[in-house]
């Protein structure tokens, strides 16, 4: 059993939707706030999203605000990121992350080195035009 899963990658066009659910396994007791992170090869893994444990607060990076949203669900322990208006240049691997707050820290939630417990495998997301 892995701590972190994600799913529902896959090839979309532009303009076109799609979400990702993360599920968390009974490994995780804690209350954690929950990123999603995403990765082109050679560079940084990039913070996407975040959304606390109650999901009353939630940041998102300026290159996916007004077209990314995360939600979760804690009854299931799932996390979602739902992508709306998909551009080539979303095409990455994205990972679900839970922090080791049940916050999302304002100026560090999108660091991936800063406070994440646990990562998933990530799933690819591949836009074309």
């Known amino acids: 059993q892995v701590p972190l899963a994600e799913s529902g990658g896959g090839l979309a066009q532009a303009g076109e939707s799609l979400s990702l659910s993360c599920t968390i396994s009974?490994?995780?007791?804690?209350?954690?706030?929950m990123s999603w992170f995403r990765q082109i090869p050679g560079k940084q893994r990039e913070g996407v999203t975040c959304?606390?444990?109650?999901?009353?607060?939630?940041y998102s990076a300026e290159s996916v605000q007004d077209r990314f949203t995360s939600s979760r669900d804690n009854d299931k322990n799932v996390a979602y990121l739902h992508m709306a208006q998909l551009k080539p240049e979303d095409t990455a691997m994205y990972f679900c992350?839970?922090?080791?707050?049940?916050?999302?820290?304002?100026?560090?939630?999108?660091?991936?080195?800063?406070?994440?417990?646990?990562w998933g495998q990530g799933t690819q997301v591949t836009v074309s035009a």
């Open positions: 009974g490994l995780i007791s804690d209350d954690h706030a």
């Open positions: 959304i606390s444990w109650s999901g009353a607060t939630s």
């Open positions: 992350a839970a922090a080791d707050s049940p916050y999302c820290s304002s100026d560090s939630w999108a660091r991936a080195g800063s406070g994440y417990k646990y």
